[in-house]
């Protein structure tokens, strides 16, 4: 019998395996600061590859961009303005970013659990997961509105919940990128946490605060988002516009708050570069190579930017007649394992503009904010703003400076039309040019079906099946 | 029959299959009546003339129950007899018969003992003298024709049925016997033997049965004969195997083998087959591994892993990555390591009661390959040579360049797109614009009927004494391909096995292991998906050779197919596996035995694309590229073992009881080399300017099992198989691990049984068996249930990052399969006729899937058990006939049929999963929900699906109907053996009914740029308004009614169409050489002959070929030529 028992016992044993040595179970994962730092770092590692779709999705569901005559159904479609529910195409926002926030939500329960870490350490690693749960549910709740509000990595509490408004997910977002601000370090850490360094690559107190000005100017907190901006202009030690236009978007430039590096080694710089320039004429399918810039969005330069000039390329066949297409070239490198790019997330100009705009829309001292206009005009090789002063004329003048400014840039013109008002008077005359039919529905994402067949508290955004 | 009729519709698709069945039943019938005609029981009438006397001895023993022992010569047809008696008695019978004849006789206890009169009178006397009284010791021996010793041989003695078993030297005693008593010795694998008792001390012969009732039924851990089996069980055996050009031997069984449904992915060498077994039981998810519905595989007793040993990050080779691409498996499989000529016979266990012993593993049915062991007798040398070319099997008849110009045009015109025919948008249309419109290509005459050479070579030595035996093979194979380039696959593979008895015979040892090599250098891509390739393409190659990319303003204006050429793909596995059983008989029917088995697999791959091989612009440096990847899979296996065996009473028991430990261990890297600066270097990654490992992993499998299976037969009559085990598995949580299963199976003999055999005298066997059993499924992937972070190989600020491996669940527990299974064997004709016939029903529940998650939660799934309960039910039967056995000739007919039907019987809250559009609860899992097409509108000329909603406009899901279940409603072969004199043809008939998808759907929408399509489209399209058309209008791609419609047409039925096909898969033509000419040459056999495979094919289905569907390559149609020598 003792024989017996001893028998199976060493059996079960015998079946309870370790970790597979190429795998790092969990809780040990977050109890040692290397392997915790891991788990935060290898989100930017994520974002970088497939976050560059933003860009290219929102420029052509607004003015932005053209596609040719390529016959990629998805692209179309976006660039129609016929986005479908039931296609797994449009889900993409939705997922890289529900992805992120599980990790993040991930860390933050894990980070709470671990005694193992010392505090400064800690705290920035909370703080980067904040300021990443922050920043996406920034992005969903611009696609589509009500969202559900994800706060823990247990699935069986998640798996059912119902949207929440709009309000409370940006209450949500403001705490979190507040709790970021107070957590995370004023200056850039390595991957040690602690050890300063040059690289941008890591969100800091600084990013929190730049990213807080922008949630405030979409909510209409102007007093707020002037405040914010104000205090990261004010760090002119570390932040300040480039003179160059070529160099704006070159790795860890004067005017970078967050970049992605590119995860070594790689063969190419940026996914945006590798994206939208063209060495060939357009293709006919696939993602890459296939958008040009719309002629819309070429005449609305204003003649002498130089961003017409710098971050416009053309491709010009060689044959008669010679045909140029155009595209977008903020990043200048197409392919090559030689890294002299990162991708851009935040960047100073963006805190001008947030400040001319929140300063005008206060009304009180419309000259600073012409001020901040002019920073970014004069940049462009433009004169000052000469049109008159007040307030509509100048918040035209700052929406259409963010336009040339950060067009094909993360969809800021894309959420720029809908947060304004402005998007039913500009898509309705654009999405017919287009060959689509535009409603003020399509402002909205659909909630990808597959969700909704889950999840049967979700409910579908108007005007989608 | 009841039970399959699920649904009333579906009746017309049951006739063919029933028609079968019904002749089962009619001969059945036939019988009966034919035998009440003459149902008596002690006289006997007979009235015959001129009937050779064995006859008349049979049909006098099929009324009386009486037994006839006789010596040989009785059995010569020189004695033919004519009797006629009404009523008689036994008495009187024999003495009309055996009146004038040189034989005595003497009944004693019903046995009629007949001898030659000249040959043995003290015997006649002997008898006659001692009936009754004398009492004798008898011992005696049995052996096989080497003379080796037959341990537990059951001798039974047929007065009374009891017996003895034979010992660890073939001996038997007993201390009193009555003379004249009639003995029966039976073994399994060993044709009966029926001995008198005469002397104090026999011998006794038992040949070997090769097919037939007695021959071995392998069930694993243990061997029965098919008399006695009461599970369901079939064999295909080594010279089916070798009669076919195959390398890969699960293709040769292929139709051959009811409830067993493998189809071909690819023509390609070394392609994966699909394997169905009694249909799918469980649902494939991402979280379950490919093979989670393949049987288990014991080659052996070595567990052989079904996974692909191709790299699962990047495939090199044709045969790709391991995923499943257009719901096919991809990558090298892993059979293509086995040679086919190193095996000896293929079991397949189908039923709960077969393949209970194996629990867990055996869920989906087991399929054990035995390898070819050492017989006693003479050294032999055996060598066999063949080759042969390939061809593909079928070629679709696709448009010329003007049609398809004018195909072109047409979508253009439609889309209204001729505006964009400017310079400025050539791109967009080169071949309108930009390539040479009086060129045309028949692209399937260069990419895939390109000469090639099938070689086989194979030799091996076999030989031994009675103490140890041996058997070496050796072969090579190299099967090469239709595409351009010298392409193969080679492969080169040792076998050996050897087995010693000690001198007390009670030690036997068993190694065997075997080795290959395999050498594949196979293109990255199959460029059959290239035939479609505009007619007026350009030139593959320019003037220098070069591959040509008809370059417009520096860009590539098509994908030349042949940019493999360029590349170099290279997968070199070594594959090794040997196993070592003892057996140790510690005291008279007890014995211990341990198996220790080990296997390697390892697959080194490369992968090397250089610029060239890019089209152009192409001088970036980064592109340049070597992936080198690297797979091993070692499984090491202990089972130590006991058995007990003992007759009590009338009956036979079998104990065993046994124990499992398995352990596979896999690895996998992969190293991604790129930014080289010249081709020249790009083999050697130390000229890389950047590497990284894009891929490691590590998984460890571990399994823990005890089992016990108790077996009992009475009389050979009724027989009792009880199974029962206990599993782990390391795949499971803590507190999950073990799971219990077993199985009872039991049979009756009914032809034993003297009531039938008075009501059915032709009936030479009858057995019906029953079994219940529930086995257990662990297939899914390693670790599930733990919670995980895993490196992506990418570093961050020099930090390798570290990602959530998957959603953790430390709750799942064993997926279960309770299997029913009622079967009916019957041998009649002298049991010229075998006829088996199977109803199962096995039921899966506790799916092991993964539980869909909508993303928001972070994973779309968790690993958990489903509460949906599949149902996979069908009818098998299979005929075997001696058709004709005649001195010169011979034909022998083997048909098998098996009706597979699926039904997802329940799955309660499926409304609430991402499956509620999948399955449908009372359909098949391969039913799928489709719109309802129904044609083309004559009006707009688009493809038009059925509508609820008042403005036509279909709505998913509510407008989605259940469809038909997309794949097989029967299938089966008929074998066909006829020797005649020197002679020997062999040939199998597989046909398979089934549905598929339309060869409409292996083409994007007509009209589209570089798109060629079949005639049969051109010739049935929507031209304009009115026309009754099947394909809908053209478009170039940027219509968007018609991409919708197109997408509706896509998911609708309409798509769904008979696929099913008719295939002479295999003829084999030998000629074996007269004796006088091999005594000439001093060889024992030679022959020549002819194989091929893939012959001919007979189908409605308009697309490439109906095995393999879409546009891949089909399978190949072989001929080979070649010799065979023994000496």
């Given at each position: 019998m003792i024989y017996m028992a001893w028998f199976v016992c060493s059996c079960k044993k015998f079946v309870q395996i370790p970790a597979p040595v190429t795998q790092l179970v969990t809780t040990s994962t977050f109890s040692n600061s290397g392997s915790a730092t891991a788990a935060v770092t290898s989100l930017y590692t994520q974002m970088q590859f497939s976050s560059f779709n933003m860009s290219q999705t929102c420029g052509l569901l607004s003015d932005e961009l053209n596609i040719g005559l390529t016959n990629n159904t998805s692209l179309i479609h976006y660039f129609k303005n016929?986005?479908?529910?039931?296609?797994?195409?449009?889900a993409g926002p939705w997922v890289e970013a529900y992805k992120y926030i599980y990790q993040a939500n991930t860390i933050i329960e894990q980070l709470d659990h671990?005694?193992?870490?010392n505090k400064a350490i800690k705290d920035q690693l909370e703080g980067e997961a904040k300021f990443v749960r922050g920043f996406w549910f920034f992005y969903l709740v611009n696609c589509?509105?009500?969202?559900?509000?994800?706060?823990?990595?247990d699935y069986t509490i998640n798996a059912n919940i119902a949207r929440s408004p709009k309000n409370k997910v940006y209450q949500q977002i403001v705490a979190d990128l507040t709790d970021a601000e107070n957590l995370l370090s004023s200056n850039y850490v390595d991957g040690t946490d602690t050890t300063n360094t040059s690289e941008r690559v890591r969100p800091t107190k600084w990013a929190a605060i730049s990213l807080l000005a922008r949630v405030y100017l979409y909510t209409k907190d102007f007093v707020n988002a002037e405040k914010m901006s104000t205090i990261v202009i004010n760090n002119n030690s570390v932040y300040g516009i480039v003179d160059s236009l070529n160099d704006v978007?070159?790795?860890?430039?004067?005017?970078?708050?967050w970049q992605l590096a590119v995860p070594l080694?790689?063969?190419?710089?940026t996914q945006d570069g590798y994206n939208f320039?063209?060495?060939?004429?357009?293709?006919?399918?696939?993602?890459?190579?296939t958008s040009l810039i719309s002629s819309m969005l070429l005449d609305?330069?204003?003649?002498?930017?130089?961003r017409r000039i710098k971050w416009i390329g053309a491709y010009t066949t060689k044959g008669i007649p010679a045909i140029s297409y155009y595209f977008p070239y903020?990043?200048?490198?197409?392919?090559?394992?030689?890294?002299?790019?990162y991708t851009m997330i935040l960047r100073l100009a963006e805190q001008y503009l947030i400040r001319a705009e929140a300063r005008a829309q206060q009304g009180s001292n419309l000259n600073d904010a012409i001020a901040d206009l002019n920073m970014i005009r004069h940049r462009a090789g433009l004169a000052d703003y000469?049109?008159?002063?007040?307030k509509t004329s100048i918040l035209a003048a700052i929406l259409h400076e963010r336009e040339v400014e950060f067009f094909?840039?993360?969809?800021h013109r894309w959420f720029d039309l809908i947060r304004t008002g402005n998007s039913n008077a500009v898509m309705s005359v654009i999405t017919p040019l287009k060959g689509g039919d535009w409603s003020s529905d399509w402002q909205l994402f659909p909630i990808p079906q597959g969700e909704i067949n889950l999840d049967h508290n979700l409910i579908q955004n108007p005007g989608y099946l | 029959m009841k039970y399959i009729f699920h649904e009333p519709a579906a009746y017309c698709r049951w006739r063919k299959c029933l028609l079968i069945m019904r002749l089962t039943i009619i001969l059945l019938i036939a019988f009966v009546l034919h035998a009440g005609a003459r149902g008596t029981a002690q006289t006997v009438t007979l009235s015959v003339t001129n009937m050779p006397l064995e006859k008349v001895c049979k049909e006098i023993e099929h009324q009386t129950g009486y037994y006839f022992v006789y010596a040989?010569?009785?059995?010569?047809?020189?004695?033919l007899v004519s009797v006629k008696v009404v009523s008689a008695s036994i008495g009187e019978t024999l003495r009309q018969l055996f009146y004038g004849l040189p034989f005595s006789w003497q009944v004693i206890n019903r046995v009629v003992v007949v001898n030659t009169v000249k040959a043995n009178p003290r015997m006649v006397e002997r008898l006659s003298s001692s009936q009754g009284e004398k009492m004798m010791k008898v011992e005696g021996i049995v052996q096989n024709e080497d003379g080796q010793p037959i341990t537990e041989a059951s001798v039974t003695?047929?007065?009374?049925g009891k017996g003895t078993l034979t010992n660890e030297n073939g001996r038997f005693f007993f201390p009193s016997l009555e003379a004249g008593s009639v003995l029966v010795i039976s073994h399994i694998g060993y044709s009966d033997q029926i001995v008198l008792v005469k002397d104090n001390f026999l011998t006794v012969n038992l040949p070997v049965a090769v097919?037939?009732?007695?021959a071995t039924v392998v069930k694993g851990y243990y061997k029965t004969s098919n008399k006695l089996n009461t599970g369901s069980v079939a064999t295909v055996s080594g010279e089916d195997i070798a009669r076919?050009?195959?390398?890969?031997?699960?293709?040769?069984?292929e139709g051959r083998v009811p409830g067993l449904y493998i189809s071909q992915t690819?023509?390609?060498?070394g392609a994966y087959s699909t394997i169905q077994l009694r249909g799918q039981n469980s649902i494939y998810t991402?979280?379950?591994?490919?093979?989670?519905n393949d049987p288990l595989f014991i080659v052996d007793g070595v567990p052989f892993s079904?996974?692909?040993?191709?790299d699962p990050y990047y495939g090199g080779g044709?045969?790709?990555?391991p995923f499943f691409v257009g719901g096919q498996r991809q990558g090298m499989?892993?059979?293509?390591?086995?040679?086919?000529?190193?095996?000896?016979r293929i079991d397949i266990l189908k039923d709960g009661d077969a393949t209970a012993i194996y629990g867990s593993r055996g869920a989906n049915g087991v399929i054990i390959i035995t390898t070819k062991k050492g017989k006693v007798g003479q050294t032999k040398i055996n060598i066999n040579v063949s080759t042969g070319a390939s061809k593909v099997t079928r070629k679709l008849d696709l448009l010329n360049t003007h049609q398809y110009l004018n195909m072109r045009y047409e979508a253009l015109k439609n889309d209204n797109?001729?505006?964009?025919?400017v310079p400025e948008y050539a791109m967009y249309f080169p071949d309108i614009m930009?390539?040479?419109?009086?060129r045309y290509t028949d692209w399937q005459k260069v990419l895939i009927s390109q000469p090639n050479n099938f070689t086989n070579a194979q030799a091996s030595i076999s030989g031994g004494n009675t103490s140890t035996q041996f058997a070496i093979g050796a072969g090579y194979t190299r099967q090469g391909v239709v595409?351009?380039?010298?392409y193969a696959d080679q492969k080169g593979s040792i076998h050996f096995s050897l087995s010693n008895t000690s001198p007390n015979n009670r030690l036997v040892t068993q190694l065997s292991a075997f080795y290959s090599y395999d050498n594949s250098n196979l293109?990255?891509?199959?460029?059959?998906?290239?035939?479609?390739?505009?007619?007026?393409?350009?030139?593959?190659?320019d003037a220098n050779g070069n591959l040509n990319w008809q370059v417009f303003n520096g860009g590539?204006?098509?994908?030349?197919?042949?940019?493999y050429t360029a590349a170099y793909a290279r997968a070199i596995s070594h594959f090794l596996s040997g196993n070592l059983q003892l057996n140790y008989q510690?005291?008279?029917r007890l014995h211990l035995s341990s198996n220790f088995g080990f296997s390697r697999g390892q697959l080194n791959q490369t992968n090397i694309s250089p610029s060239?091989?890019?089209?152009?612009?192409?001088?970036?440096?980064?592109?340049r590229s070597s992936v080198f990847g690297s797979t091993e899979i070692d499984t090491w296996i202990i089972e130590p073992q006991a058995s007990y065996l003992a007759r009590i009473g009338k009956g036979q028991l079998d104990l065993l009881v046994g124990g499992t430990f398995q352990e596979n261990t896999a690895k996998s890297n992969t190293v991604i080399a790129t930014g080289f600066s010249s081709d020249a270097l790009?083999?050697?990654?130390?000229?890389?300017?950047s590497s990284k490992v894009a891929g490691n992993n590590f998984t460890l499998y571990r399994y823990n099992a005890f089992y016990g299976k108790i077996n009992y037969n009475w009389k050979e009559t009724y027989l009792l198989n009880i199974t029962a085990r206990r599993d782990g598995s390391s795949r499971f949580g803590p507190g999950k691990q073990f799971g219990n299963f077993g199985a009872v199976g039991i049979g009756w003999?009914?032809?034993?049984e003297r009531f039938i055999q008075d009501i059915l005298?032709?009936?030479d066997f009858g057995k019906i068996r029953i079994s219940y059993g529930s086995t257990g499924n662990d297939?899914?992937?390693?670790?599930?249930?733990m919670s995980t972070y895993t490196p992506n190989g990418l570093s961050y600020q020099g930090v390798t990052g570290l990602y959530p491996t998957r959603m953790p669940n430390p709750y799942f527990a064993w997926e279960r399969v309770n299997k029913m299974e009622a079967g009916l064997d019957i041998g009649i004709l002298a049991n010229k006729v075998l006829i088996s016939v199977d109803y199962y029903r096995n039921r899966t529940k506790d799916q092991l899937v993964g539980f869909p998650l909508p993303y928001f939660t972070g994973f779309t799934n968790v690993q958990g058990n489903l509460p949906a309960l599949i149902q996979n039910a069908g009818v098998e039967c299979g005929i075997n006939t001696t058709a004709i056995k005649k001195r010169d000739l011979t034909w022998n007919i083997a048909v098998n049929f098996s009706l597979p039907r699926n039904k997802l019987v329940a799955y309660p809250g499926?409304?609430?999963?991402?499956?509620a559009t999948t399955y449908a609860v009372g359909?098949?899992?391969?039913?799928r929900f489709v719109y309802h097409y129904i044609g083309v509108?004559?009006?707009?000329g688009l493809y038009r699906v059925l509508s609820k909603s008042s403005n036509g406009i279909p709505k998913f899901p509510e407008d989605l109907i259940v469809s038909k279940p997309?794949?097989?409603?029967y299938h089966g072969g008929i074998q066909n053996t006829i020797i005649y004199k020197g002679f020997q043809l062999d040939f199998l008939i597989q046909f398979v009914k089934q549905l598929g998808y339309s060869y409409?759907?292996?083409?994007?929408?007509?009209?589209?740029?570089n798109q060629n399509v079949p005639v049969l489209i051109m010739n049935n399209h929507w031209q304009k308004a009115g026309d009754a058309a099947v394909v809908q209008r053209f478009t170039q791609g940027s219509y968007y009614p018609a991409d919708q419609a197109n997408g509706l047409f896509t998911s609708?039925?309409?798509?769904?169409?008979d696929q099913s096909f008719a295939r002479l898969k295999n003829v084999n033509i030998s000629y074996h050489l007269p004796g006088k000419w091999k005594d000439k040459a001093s060889l024992q056999e030679a022959s020549l002959f002819v194989q091929c495979q893939n012959l001919l094919t007979i189908t409605?289905?308009?697309?490439?070929d109906p095995e393999t569907?879409?546009?891949?390559?089909?399978?190949m149609r072989t001929i080979v030529l070649g010799f065979n020598v023994t000496f």
């Open positions: 016929a986005m479908a529910s039931s296609s797994g195409t449009y671990s005694n193992a870490l589509y509105g009500d969202i559900p509000l994800v706060l823990s990595s978007f070159k790795a860890n430039s004067k005017e970078t708050i080694p790689t063969t190419i710089n320039i063209l060495i060939v004429p357009p293709a006919s399918g696939g993602t890459a190579n609305s330069f204003e003649t002498g930017d130089l903020k990043y200048k490198v197409y392919r090559s394992s030689n890294v002299t790019e000469m049109g008159t002063i007040d094909c840039e993360w969809g | 040989k010569d009785l059995t010569s047809e020189s004695h003695i047929r007065a009374t097919k037939g009732l007695n076919q050009p195959v390398t890969d031997p699960l293709l040769a069984l690819s023509g390609a060498p991402s979280a379950k591994p490919i093979t989670a079904s996974q692909t040993l191709t044709l045969l790709g990555r499989s892993p059979f293509n390591y086995l040679n086919p000529a190193d095996i000896e797109f001729y505006q964009y025919l930009i390539w040479d419109s009086t595409f351009p380039g010298r293109p990255g891509v199959d460029p059959t998906q290239n035939i479609t390739l505009a007619p007026d393409a350009p030139a593959l190659f590539a204006t098509f994908d030349n197919p042949l940019s510690i005291f008279s060239n091989s890019f089209p152009p612009p192409n001088d970036f440096p980064s592109l790009i083999t050697n990654p130390l000229a890389a300017s003999v009914f032809s034993k005298p032709r009936l297939q899914i992937i390693d670790y599930q249930y499926i409304e609430k999963t991402s499956y359909h098949s899992i391969f039913s509108d004559p009006q707009t997309i794949t097989q409603s409409i759907t292996s083409f994007d929408r007509p009209g589209i740029m609708s039925d309409g798509v769904i169409v409605k289905f308009a697309g490439m569907g879409g546009l891949n390559l089909p399978p």
